[in-house]
């Protein structure tokens, strides 16, 4: 052979030879082919090349390094050099030469590196691996590689006892593994084994072995190895074929070895043919059940460990953090779970279809363990698809989808498939509760699932089967639900953020009522998240990532924030929604973004967020009040705008949050009205406030179109869908009535049951917001309900009333919008029976249609008060009162004209824009157009309504007002049912009241006597002022200010004045009997009078603001202060009232600066206001004219205002008849009468003082006067004389003094003053009847007994002034008794007419007064009091009767009558002189008190003017100024009044005495005191028992 390495590449070796041989090396190697002759080439070359070092021509070092080269060109270059060393190894041994062999050892050790040295030692001698260092001793390794070889090779494992031979194992093994396809059964098969193991002396074990190993190879031969298995078994003993199969799984249960899925797969086939207990082999099988749980625990642990990192605020630094995540990196990397044989079964077991002994293995495991490793988890999905395909094929393929059908197992043990619901149950919801949330591995089967409870549930809710059929279904719902609890909301969870799966199982959801929906919510959100560890991973990543958007959350970038909460919102809805609310309770300002961003939601989701608005509401941990337990918390306020705002954006369901609302006010809780109110405001548009301008409040009074265009704050824009949404959901589950009559109920609630530990400013904003949603829902409900939904829905009012109770204005509030329908229906089906177009056709269908709807509604009111009522209002009145609203009264002109020139301006702005394009232009301008025309028409429309109605009024008016028995009732009926509950209930009807009031008056009503009617209205506001809330307190201003302004109207202009109310019955002076209205020129009040009654009006005004802002009182002041600024337009117009009132605010600014911040800021802003007002006030003779014409001195009667009401009629006529009588009887009667006048005006005016302060006086009077008239017998006239005992005295006193006073009085002096007044009234009851017939005769027989009628007024005179001068003794003795006492006596809180001068009462007196009367200020015991009040009224007034009765009796009576007068006479003389005295004594005591200077100084002042006789004086000074001193001008001026028609000549007579007369009046107090003190002394007991109980009073 010829050499390959040529000599002279070894010669020049580094400069070529190199080179050279590299080359040929890989020439060599690139003929890859493994042919003899290439491999031999490489190996004679590398043999060449070591044989060159050998013999020492080349270093051995040089043939390592190009061998290092060359190794790379071949794999099996390193195995082809050890074969060249080994022949080496052979050759150099055998030589003599010993540095050959070194060489060779040499070329070896360097060539170590790329031979590895297994490959060496298995080729080299041991002896040359002992001189290379690769083993230590060649002798030791000889002697062990012959013990492992003689191990491997020599020695038998297994002796053969039972002489087996290995060729019967060769032929069972061809007997197996032949063809199976042809005939050979498996007996055939066994009769051949059994021949082998016969012959060959085969072990039947190690047989029934390899029968497992080849079936194991062969699984497609289940139904040849199965049977021949089972015939083998009978040959074994039962338990052989579980120990052999054990045996296999132990054989792989090292921690490397892997079990194959064949094994597996033989063993559960042999489970599912029952071959084989499972109970046997699962004991063989690893890990142990102990090792199971334990491995569940810790997984739960670290899920929680990984919650609380995610929750935990960790600062590290970026290098932790990525050492951290090295970390758990490399944790992954090493953890490789042990094979877990028992889930591998498992599967298995799935997989075939056996899923009873599936279902016992996974019975044996923690819950969800096994589904939770993903195999079993996807080998169960496939078993419940094959399960349900013939019935999902049948039910639940969606219209126009194919789907790809699914085969069914081969093996004939499976579970039977679902045909029909009803096998759902059995089978198919058992294995999806197993999976339970990982059916979210396979989200087709999810959604077939959701597609079948679909079908269910249409089935479900179709009608007419059976009732046993009824009970399965029932049943099978229960399971759905659970189904949907367990299984597919948590696998929505898992889910990655699956839009398509939300939207399909919304399908199925928005079938189940919202309840249901709830309740599933409820466990998904609050309890499933616990239930397993994957879930309470998702949860805190969940959280995690709705931090991390909510905090990067604005209105910039509402759209990819939104896109990300859609995102995590399909999958994970409860937890983001939840922590979303929980920001959005925090900040308020994150509510318009959030809602902007929620966009991207499915309805699925939409629902769940309605869910969560609820749970949040509700939640018990939250304290639905602030701190100060005066306002509602913030967070409720902001959950419910974020409610009202979210409702209406998107489609949410309302059903549940409205059904929340609705038990909330069952359960007596009105705080969550809040939301209420929000969702209807943001929803249908409709907003309540109080801060309405006049402009607003007139354009809510016209038509929708005008109300949407001037009557909102916002621009109410696209609500009619929202609004829409909002009527549905409340008609579809009942919810309109039941929360307007929850509503209406909880008003009272709120006060009686809610409010008994609150703080009253928080009741007060309760009961606002109570009665404000009310007001809202009901307007919501009157705009969206068609007529046929409304009437259906709304009873009758009585039933609402009486069944209902509820309150009589809420209920006529509810009812009102379906009279108006009702009567506008009946009204155009008349107009198309008849086709008349004339204007009076028209009206007279309308009053046909009116009387048609109102009938019933007329006999329905009937029940709702006493009978007793309707002697004086007609039920007719009562129901057209209610029934009636603004828009049908006027037609506000100004709001339209106003809204159609805005309309003019935008047109014009529109086509002045250069910049917009002109088809926008074009739009814009028609839609201008539009809704000009709209507006328009909207106002014609209104005006004939308007024309209709008043024609209405004009036919209704003379039945009206019956006033059975005086005027002044009907009008307390009237403010007490009508104007006072209806001016509260909202700003448009605290206008219509006043409207209302006008047009009575304009309707010339019989028996209304307007005067009467505004004096109640303005007399005294106190109490009314003082029960008010915040916003009632608004809506009273609102109302004091319409009738204001009709007032200061008619104070204006004496030709508005005689135009409008000249000639009206509502100012007749006099109040005749009833029936009576004829009155001449003389009994209407004049301008220049009623001029005097404004001034009145005004002075009353001014002194109960001031009584309110002394009182001290929070609810006083805050309402006063908010009425005040109502009536600012027209009050106060006199400047000194003006200055008093402007002192006293500016007093409580410098008090409450500090105390209460809200009461300051009110009367800050009141004050400014105030100064802005003073340049057009005016003083006040520019006001009124003090010094009045003499003819015109107004009577009594409109003096006092009601005071008419009080004076009985017989009175009057005595007065009348005064007037009429001759000039020169007169003035020979002057002197006598001048006193005494004061004295009955003085009486007269205290009682009606009485009738103002309480609605209902005359009920109560009445009840008396009927007991009365059973009990009386027929001996009324003989008892008359007596009746002038000083019985009456303490009444008279108590009335006098305290006007107004009685409502402090306490229940326990009710008793005595009711015994009282029973000893006193019978005596005096019948007569005022008697004398009203005989005062009739008397008109008729006028000329004959005028001068009787005079002489006897004179005899009444002189007793009355008895009466009085008493009075005002016992009340001087009460006064001295209490200074004595140290100054408790308490004024009471609305006292007009105290009789005691505030100057005599010290400063610090007064501040405990203050207290003491904000203690019993409350009105809420003030009902108790009227009943005293009225009664005692009553009998004070018969007892003025009974001294003018004897008028008509005979002329003895008169003469003793004249004797009287001449003592009482010398009397009154002897009181002056002691009166003086006393005057100086007072001064001196009292001189250090503050006000004695100014009253003072106005006493001089008047006397030096010589006016204190002019009409209405006293009014003018300043409410701070006495009291009494009012009283006293009062009594002249009506002492003038009392003679109409008297000369000029009277007058200057009249002038001289009165200009002494307060002076007098003065002195004879003291005069009185004394000799009151002496009479009290042998005086009755009554009398005592009187003062006890009025000191208690005080």
């Given at each position: 052979?010829?050499?390959?390495?040529?000599?002279?590449?070894?010669?020049?070796?580094?400069?070529?030879?190199?080179?050279?041989?590299?080359?040929?090396?890989?020439?060599?190697?690139?003929?890859?082919?493994?042919?003899?002759?290439?491999?031999?080439?490489?190996?004679?070359?590398?043999?060449?090349?070591?044989?060159?070092?050998?013999?020492?021509?080349?270093?051995?070092?040089?043939?390592?390094?190009?061998?290092?080269?060359?190794?790379?060109?071949?794999e099996?270059?390193?195995?082809?050099?050890?074969?060249?060393?080994?022949?080496?190894?052979?050759?150099?041994?055998?030589?003599?030469?010993?540095?050959?062999?070194?060489?060779?050892?040499?070329?070896?050790?360097?060539?170590?590196?790329?031979?590895?040295?297994?490959?060496?030692k298995?080729?080299?001698?041991?002896?040359?691996?002992?001189?290379?260092?690769?083993?230590?001793?060649?002798?030791?390794?000889?002697?062990?590689?012959?013990?492992?070889?003689?191990?491997?090779?020599?020695?038998?494992?297994?002796?053969?006892?039972?002489?087996?031979?290995?060729?019967?194992?060769?032929?069972?093994?061809?007997?197996?593994?032949?063809?199976?396809?042809?005939?050979?059964?498996?007996?055939?098969?066994?009769?051949?084994?059994?021949?082998?193991?016969?012959?060959?002396?085969?072990?039947?074990?190690?047989?029934?072995?390899?029968?497992?190993?080849?079936?194991?190879?062969?699984?497609?031969?289940?139904?040849f190895?199965?049977?021949?298995?089972?015939?083998?078994?009978?040959?074994?003993?039962?338990?052989?074929?579980?120990?052999i199969?054990?045996?296999?799984?132990?054989?792989?249960?090292?921690?490397s070895?892997?079990?194959?899925?064949?094994?597996?797969?033989?063993?559960?086939?042999?489970?599912?043919?029952?071959?084989?207990?499972?109970?046997?082999?699962?004991?063989?099988?690893?890990?142990?059940?102990?090792?199971?749980?334990?491995?569940?625990?810790?997984?739960?642990?670290?899920?929680?460990?990984?919650?609380?990192?995610?929750?935990?605020?960790?600062?590290?630094?970026?290098?932790?953090?990525?050492?951290?995540?090295?970390?758990?990196?490399?944790?992954?990397?090493?953890?490789?779970?042990?094979?877990?044989?028992?889930?591998?079964l498992?599967?298995?077991?799935?997989?075939?279809?056996?899923?009873?002994?599936?279902?016992?293995?996974?019975?044996?495991?923690?819950?969800?363990?096994?589904?939770?490793?993903?195999?079993?988890?996807?080998?169960?999905?496939?078993?419940?698809?094959?399960?349900?395909?013939p019935?999902?094929?049948?039910?639940?393929?969606?219209?126009?989808?194919?789907?790809?059908?699914?085969?069914?197992?081969?093996?004939?043990?499976?579970?039977?498939?679902?045909?029909?619901?009803?096998?759902?149950?059995?089978?198919?919801?058992?294995?999806?509760?197993?999976?339970?949330?990982?059916?979210?591995?396979?989200?087709?089967?999810?959604?077939k699932?959701?597609?079948?409870?679909?079908?269910?549930?249409?089935?479900?809710?179709?009608?007419?089967?059976?009732?046993?059929?009824?009970?399965?279904?029932?049943?099978?719902?229960?399971?759905?639900?659970?189904?949907?609890?367990?299984?597919?909301?948590?696998?929505?969870?898992?889910?990655?953020?699956n839009?398509?799966?939300?939207?399909?199982l919304?399908?199925?959801?928005?079938t189940?009522?919202?309840?249901?929906?709830?309740?599933?919510?409820?466990?998904?959100?609050?309890?499933?998240?616990?239930?397993?560890?994957?879930?309470?991973?998702?949860?805190?990543?969940?959280?995690?990532?709705?931090?991390?958007?909510?905090?990067?959350?604005?209105?910039?970038?509402?759209?990819?924030?939104?896109?990300?909460?859609?995102?995590?919102s399909?999958?994970?809805?409860?937890?983001?929604?939840?922590?979303?609310?929980?920001?959005?309770?925090?900040?308020?300002?994150?509510?318009?973004?959030?809602?902007?961003?929620?966009?991207?939601?499915?309805?699925?989701?939409?629902?769940?967020?309605?869910?969560?608005?609820?749970?949040?509401?509700?939640?018990?941990?939250?304290?639905?009040?602030?701190?100060?337990?005066?306002?509602?918390?913030?967070w409720?306020?902001?959950?419910?705008?974020?409610?009202?705002?979210?409702?209406r954006?998107?489609?949410?369901?309302?059903?549940?949050?409205?059904?929340?609302?609705?038990?909330?006010?069952?359960?007596?809780?009105?705080f969550?009205?809040?939301?209420?109110?929000?969702?209807?405001?943001?929803?249908?548009?409709?907003?309540?406030?109080?801060?309405?301008?006049?402009?607003?409040?007139?354009?809510?009074?016209?038509?929708?179109?005008?109300?949407a265009?001037?009557?909102?704050?916002?621009?109410?824009?696209?609500?009619?869908?929202?609004?829409?949404?909002?009527?549905?959901?409340?008609?579809?589950?009942d919810?309109?009535?039941?929360?307007?009559?929850?509503?209406?109920?909880?008003?009272?609630?709120?006060?009686?049951?809610?409010?008994?530990?609150?703080?009253?400013?928080?009741?007060?904003?309760l009961?606002?917001?109570?009665h404000?949603?009310?007001?809202?829902?009901?307007?919501?409900?009157?705009?969206?309900?068609?007529?046929?939904?409304y009437?259906?829905r709304?009873?009758?009012?009585?039933?609402?009333?009486?069944?209902?109770?509820?309150?009589?204005d809420?209920?006529?509030?509810?009812?009102?919008?379906?009279?108006?329908?009702?009567?506008?229906?009946?009204?155009?089906?008349?107009?198309?029976a008849?086709?008349?177009?004339?204007?009076?056709?028209?009206?007279?269908?309308?009053?046909?249609?009116?009387?048609?709807?109102?009938?019933?509604?007329?006999d329905?009111?009937?029940s709702?008060?006493?009978?007793?009522?309707?002697?004086?209002?007609?039920?007719?009145?009562?129901?057209?009162?209610?029934?009636?609203?603004?828009?049908?009264?006027?037609v506000?002109?100004?709001?339209?004209d106003?809204?159609?020139?805005?309309?003019?301006?935008?047109?014009?702005?529109?086509?002045?824009?250069?910049?917009?394009?002109?088809?926008?232009?074009?739009?814009?301008?028609?839609?201008c157009?539009?809704?000009?025309?709209?507006?328009?028409?909207?106002?014609?429309?209104?005006?004939?309504?308007?024309?209709?109605?008043?024609?209405?009024?004009?036919?209704?008016?003379?039945?009206?007002?019956?006033?059975?028995?005086?005027k002044?009732?009907?009008?307390?009926?009237?403010?007490?049912?009508?104007?006072?509950?209806?001016?509260?209930?909202?700003?448009?009807?605290?206008?219509?009241?006043?409207?209302?009031?006008?047009?009575?008056?304009?309707?010339?009503?019989?028996?209304?006597?307007?005067?009467?009617?505004?004096?109640?209205?303005?007399?005294?506001?106190?109490?009314?002022?003082a029960?008010?809330?915040?916003?009632?307190?608004?809506?009273?201003?609102?109302?004091?200010?319409?009738?204001?302004?009709?007032?200061?109207?008619?104070?204006?202009?004496?030709?508005?004045?005689?135009?409008?109310?000249?000639?009206?019955?509502?100012?007749?002076?006099?109040?005749r009997?009833?029936?009576?209205?004829?009155?001449?020129?003389?009994?209407?009040?004049?301008?220049?009078n009623f001029?005097?009654?404004?001034?009145?009006?005004?002075?009353?005004?001014?002194?109960?603001?001031?009584?309110?802002?002394?009182?001290?009182?929070?609810?006083?002041?805050?309402?006063?202060?908010?009425?005040?600024?109502?009536?600012?337009?027209?009050?106060?117009?006199?400047?000194?009232?003006?200055?008093?009132?402007?002192?006293?605010?500016?007093?409580?600014?410098?008090?409450?600066?500090?105390?209460?911040?809200?009461?300051?800021?009110?009367?800050?802003?009141?004050?400014?206001?105030?100064?802005?007002?003073?340049?057009?006030m005016?003083?006040?003779?520019?006001?009124?004219?003090?010094?009045?014409?003499?003819?015109?001195?107004?009577?009594?009667?409109?003096?006092?205002?009601?005071?008419?009401?009080?004076?009985?009629?017989?009175?009057?006529?005595?007065?009348?008849?005064?007037?009429?009588?001759?000039?020169?009887?007169?003035?020979?009667?002057?002197?006598k009468?001048?006193?005494?006048?004061?004295?009955?005006?003085?009486?007269?005016?205290?009682?009606?003082?009485?009738?103002?302060?309480?609605?209902?006086?005359?009920?109560?009077?009445?009840?008396?006067?009927?007991?009365?008239?059973?009990?009386?017998?027929?001996?009324?006239?003989?008892?008359?004389?007596?009746?002038?005992?000083?019985?009456?005295?303490?009444?008279?006193?108590?009335?006098?003094k305290?006007?107004?006073?009685?409502?402090?009085?306490?229940?326990?002096?009710?008793?005595?003053?009711?015994?009282?007044?029973?000893?006193?009234?019978?005596?005096?009851?019948?007569?005022?009847?008697?004398?009203?017939?005989?005062?009739?005769?008397?008109?008729?027989?006028?000329?004959?007994?005028v001068?009787?009628?005079?002489?006897?007024?004179?005899?009444?005179?002189?007793?009355?002034?008895?009466?009085?001068?008493?009075?005002?003794?016992?009340?001087?003795?009460?006064?001295?008794?209490?200074?004595?006492?140290?100054?408790?006596?308490?004024?009471?809180?609305?006292?007009?007419?105290?009789?005691?001068?505030?100057?005599?009462?010290?400063?610090?007196?007064?501040?405990?007064?203050?207290?003491?009367?904000?203690?019993?200020?409350?009105?809420?015991h003030?009902?108790?009091?009227?009943?005293?009040?009225?009664?005692?009224?009553?009998?004070?007034?018969?007892?003025?009767?009974?001294?003018?009765?004897?008028?008509?009796?005979?002329?003895?009576?008169?003469?003793?009558d004249?004797?009287d007068l001449?003592?009482?006479r010398?009397?009154?003389?002897?009181?002056?002189?002691?009166?003086?005295?006393?005057?100086?004594?007072?001064?001196?005591?009292?001189?250090?008190?503050?006000?004695?200077?100014?009253?003072?100084?106005?006493?001089?002042?008047?006397?030096?003017?010589?006016?204190?006789?002019?009409?209405?004086?006293?009014?003018?000074?300043?409410?701070?100024?006495?009291?009494?001193?009012?009283?006293?001008?009062?009594?002249?001026?009506?002492?003038?009044?009392?003679?109409?028609?008297?000369?000029?000549?009277?007058?200057?007579?009249?002038?001289?005495?009165?200009?002494?007369?307060?002076?007098?009046?003065?002195?004879?107090?003291?005069?009185?005191?004394?000799?009151?003190?002496?009479?009290?002394?042998?005086?009755?007991?009554?009398?005592?028992?009187?003062?006890?109980?009025?000191?208690?009073?005080?």
């Amino acid at each position: 052979m010829a050499a390959l390495l040529p000599a002279e590449w070894i010669k020049n070796w580094e400069k070529g030879g190199k080179n050279e041989f590299v080359q040929l090396c890989r020439t060599l190697s690139e003929n890859k082919s493994h042919d003899s002759m290439g491999f031999r080439d490489i190996q004679q070359a590398l043999y060449e090349l070591a044989y060159h070092v050998v013999r020492g021509n080349l270093k051995h070092d040089q043939a390592s390094n190009v061998l290092g080269d060359v190794i790379e060109f071949r794999e099996d270059m390193p195995s082809i050099l050890a074969d060249v060393f080994c022949i080496l190894d052979i050759e150099t041994s055998c030589l003599e030469e010993k540095n050959k062999r070194d060489y060779f050892t040499q070329l070896v050790l360097a060539c170590l590196y790329l031979v590895s040295d297994t490959v060496l030692k298995e080729r080299l001698d041991p002896e040359t691996l002992e001189s290379l260092g690769l083993i230590k001793q060649s002798q030791q390794f000889n002697q062990k590689s012959v013990k492992i070889k003689t191990k491997l090779f020599y020695k038998q494992q297994k002796f053969n006892l039972l002489r087996e031979e290995n060729e019967g194992y060769a032929k069972l093994i061809a007997e197996l593994g032949q063809d199976l396809s042809g005939n050979i059964t498996s007996d055939l098969i066994l009769e051949n084994i059994k021949s082998l193991i016969g012959c060959f002396n085969l072990d039947p074990n190690r047989v029934l072995d390899i029968i497992l190993e080849v079936y194991e190879c062969r699984p497609e031969y289940d139904d040849f190895f199965v049977p021949l298995i089972e015939s083998y078994m009978y040959m074994c003993e039962p338990q052989t074929l579980c120990h052999i199969l054990g045996f296999k799984f132990k054989f792989y249960q090292d921690p490397s070895g892997e079990t194959p899925s064949s094994l597996y797969r033989v063993a559960a086939v042999l489970l599912q043919h029952n071959l084989i207990d499972l109970e046997d082999l699962y004991v063989h099988l690893l890990p142990g059940d102990n090792a199971i749980i334990e491995e569940h625990k810790r997984e739960i642990v670290e899920a929680k460990q990984i919650v609380r990192k995610l929750t935990m605020v960790v600062l590290s630094s970026e290098k932790t953090e990525e050492k951290e995540k090295e970390k758990e990196k490399e944790e992954e990397k090493t953890e490789k779970p042990p094979d877990n044989q028992k889930l591998g079964l498992l599967e298995a077991l799935l997989k075939i279809g056996d899923w009873q002994h599936a279902q016992s293995i996974m019975d044996q495991m923690p819950p969800f363990y096994a589904t939770s490793h993903k195999p079993i988890a996807v080998a169960l999905c496939q078993l419940v698809h094959v399960t349900i395909e013939p019935l999902y094929r049948r039910v639940g393929v969606p219209k126009g989808a194919k789907g790809s059908p699914i085969s069914s197992l081969p093996n004939k043990r499976a579970p039977k498939q679902a045909d029909s619901f009803e096998d759902l149950r059995k089978e198919v919801f058992n294995m999806l509760c197993y999976l339970g949330p990982h059916l979210s591995h396979d989200p087709i089967l999810f959604a077939k699932v959701v597609r079948l409870g679909k079908a269910f549930m249409k089935e479900f809710q179709s009608d007419g089967s059976k009732q046993e059929d009824k009970d399965k279904m029932e049943l099978l719902f229960s399971c759905l639900l659970s189904i949907t609890d367990q299984v597919l909301l948590p696998s929505l969870s898992l889910m990655d953020c699956n839009a398509c799966m939300s939207e399909e199982l919304w399908g199925m959801f928005k079938t189940f009522p919202y309840q249901y929906r709830y309740r599933l919510y409820g466990q998904w959100k609050n309890e499933t998240y616990n239930s397993h560890p994957l879930l309470v991973k998702v949860k805190a990543q969940t959280i995690d990532r709705a931090k991390y958007i909510m905090k990067r959350l604005t209105k910039e970038n509402v759209k990819p924030s939104g896109r990300q909460i859609g995102k995590l919102s399909h999958s994970n809805p409860t937890i983001l929604f939840d922590y979303i609310l929980s920001q959005i309770q925090k900040y308020d300002n994150l509510i318009t973004p959030v809602v902007d961003s929620l966009k991207y939601l499915t309805s699925l989701n939409y629902d769940v967020l309605a869910y969560c608005i609820i749970e949040a509401l509700a939640n018990p941990e939250k304290e639905r009040m602030k701190h100060d337990d005066t306002t509602i918390s913030s967070w409720l306020q902001s959950l419910a705008s974020f409610c009202g705002a979210v409702f209406r954006k998107y489609p949410i369901e309302l059903a549940g949050l409205l059904q929340y609302v609705a038990n909330q006010l069952k359960a007596g809780k009105s705080f969550d009205l809040l939301i209420l109110k929000e969702v209807v405001q943001k929803m249908a548009g409709i907003e309540i406030t109080e801060e309405m301008t006049m402009e607003q409040l007139e354009a809510m009074t016209g038509g929708e179109q005008l109300k949407a265009e001037g009557g909102y704050f916002g621009q109410i824009r696209n609500t009619k869908k929202s609004s829409q949404r909002l009527k549905d959901a409340l008609l579809d589950h009942d919810l309109a009535l039941p929360l307007c009559l929850l509503m209406a109920q909880q008003r009272n609630g709120v006060i009686f049951q809610e409010g008994g530990e609150k703080h009253l400013k928080l009741v007060g904003k309760l009961y606002d917001q109570c009665h404000d949603t009310l007001v809202q829902f009901g307007g919501f409900l009157a705009s969206n309900l068609s007529t046929e939904d409304y009437i259906k829905r709304v009873p009758s009012i009585d039933v609402l009333c009486n069944e209902f109770h509820t309150p009589h204005d809420a209920a006529f509030f509810l009812s009102r919008p379906m009279y108006a329908h009702h009567i506008s229906s009946k009204y155009d089906e008349l107009k198309k029976a008849e086709k008349g177009n004339k204007q009076q056709h028209k009206v007279h269908k309308y009053i046909t249609s009116c009387e048609l709807v109102m009938a019933p509604v007329h006999d329905a009111v009937i029940s709702l008060h006493l009978p007793k009522v309707w002697d004086d209002i007609s039920p007719q009145f009562y129901a057209t009162f209610w029934s009636l609203t603004m828009y049908d009264l006027a037609v506000p002109h100004s709001s339209y004209d106003r809204e159609v020139n805005k309309l003019k301006v935008q047109m014009k702005a529109i086509d002045d824009n250069q910049e917009m394009p002109p088809n926008k232009k074009k739009k814009e301008k028609e839609r201008c157009t539009a809704l000009q025309d709209k507006l328009l028409e909207e106002e014609k429309k209104q005006l004939e309504h308007v024309q209709r109605v008043l024609q209405r009024l004009k036919l209704e008016k003379d039945n009206w007002l019956l006033a059975k028995s005086t005027k002044n009732e009907t009008i307390t009926k009237f403010l007490q049912l009508c104007i006072f509950p209806r001016c509260i209930f909202s700003a448009i009807d605290a206008v219509y009241c006043a409207h209302f009031v006008e047009l009575v008056h304009q309707q010339k009503t019989p028996n209304f006597s307007t005067l009467l009617c505004y004096d109640r209205v303005f007399s005294d506001i106190i109490y009314t002022v003082a029960s008010c809330t915040e916003n009632e307190a608004s809506r009273y201003g609102r109302f004091l200010c319409c009738m204001l302004e009709t007032v200061t109207r008619w104070h204006s202009d004496r030709v508005i004045y005689e135009k409008e109310c000249g000639n009206y019955p509502g100012f007749l002076t006099i109040l005749r009997a009833t029936g009576f209205d004829g009155g001449n020129k003389a009994d209407q009040l004049d301008y220049e009078n009623f001029r005097h009654v404004v001034h009145k009006w005004h002075y009353k005004l001014t002194k109960a603001s001031v009584h309110c802002l002394e009182t001290g009182e929070y609810t006083h002041i805050r309402n006063i202060l908010i009425v005040l600024t109502k009536i600012l337009p027209w009050y106060p117009k006199v400047l000194n009232l003006g200055q008093a009132l402007e002192r006293r605010v500016h007093k409580i600014c410098q008090e409450e600066k500090e105390k209460r911040p809200d009461l300051y800021a009110l009367a800050m802003g009141y004050s400014g206001q105030l100064k802005s007002r003073k340049p057009f006030m005016i003083p006040e003779n520019e006001f009124h004219h003090k010094d009045p014409p003499a003819r015109n001195a107004v009577a009594a009667t409109v003096q006092n205002g009601p005071g008419g009401a009080g004076m009985p009629t017989s009175l009057t006529i005595n007065t009348v008849r005064l007037e009429e009588s001759t000039t020169e009887e007169t003035e020979k009667l002057k002197e006598k009468s001048q006193g005494v006048v004061k004295v009955i005006n003085k009486v007269v005016n205290a009682t009606p003082k009485v009738t103002t302060s309480n609605g209902n006086s005359a009920s109560n009077s009445k009840i008396v006067k009927e007991k009365d008239e059973k009990e009386k017998s027929g001996k009324e006239k003989d008892k008359e004389k007596k009746d002038k005992t000083p019985a009456a005295t303490p009444e008279m006193k108590a009335l006098g003094k305290d006007g107004k006073d009685k409502p402090k009085e306490e229940r326990a002096n009710k008793d005595e003053k009711a015994r009282e007044i029973k000893e006193k009234t019978p005596k005096s009851d019948k007569e005022k009847e008697k004398v009203k017939k005989e005062e009739k005769a008397s008109k008729e027989e006028k000329s004959k007994t005028v001068v009787t009628i005079v002489e006897s007024k004179s005899t009444a005179e002189k007793e009355r002034e008895k009466e009085p001068s008493r009075e005002r003794d016992v009340a001087k003795e009460m006064k001295s008794k209490e200074n004595a006492k140290g100054g408790e006596k308490i004024p009471v809180a609305g006292s007009l007419k105290s009789p005691v001068p505030r100057s005599e009462i010290s400063e610090s007196e007064r501040e405990q007064k203050r207290r003491k009367v904000d203690t019993h200020s409350s009105p809420s015991h003030s009902s108790t009091v009227k009943d005293n009040l009225n009664e005692l009224k009553d009998s004070s007034a018969k007892h003025y009767i009974n001294h003018t009765t004897p008028a008509l009796s005979k002329s003895k009576e008169r003469e003793v009558d004249k004797k009287d007068l001449d003592k009482s006479r010398e009397r009154s003389r002897e009181r002056e002189k002691k009166d003086e005295k006393d005057r100086k004594e007072r001064k001196r005591d009292h001189s250090n008190s503050d006000r004695e200077v100014p009253q003072d100084s106005t006493k001089r002042r008047k006397e030096e003017n010589g006016t204190t006789g002019s009409s209405k004086h006293s009014k003018s000074e300043s409410p701070s100024d006495s009291p009494r001193l009012n009283e006293k001008e009062k009594e002249k001026n009506k002492s003038k009044s009392s003679g109409k028609e008297k000369g000029d000549s009277i007058k200057a007579e009249k002038m001289e005495k009165s200009s002494s007369g307060s002076k007098k009046e003065s002195r004879h107090d003291k005069e009185k005191t004394e000799k009151k003190e002496k009479r009290e002394s042998t005086g009755g007991k009554e009398e005592k028992k009187h003062h006890k109980s009025s000191d208690k009073h005080r």
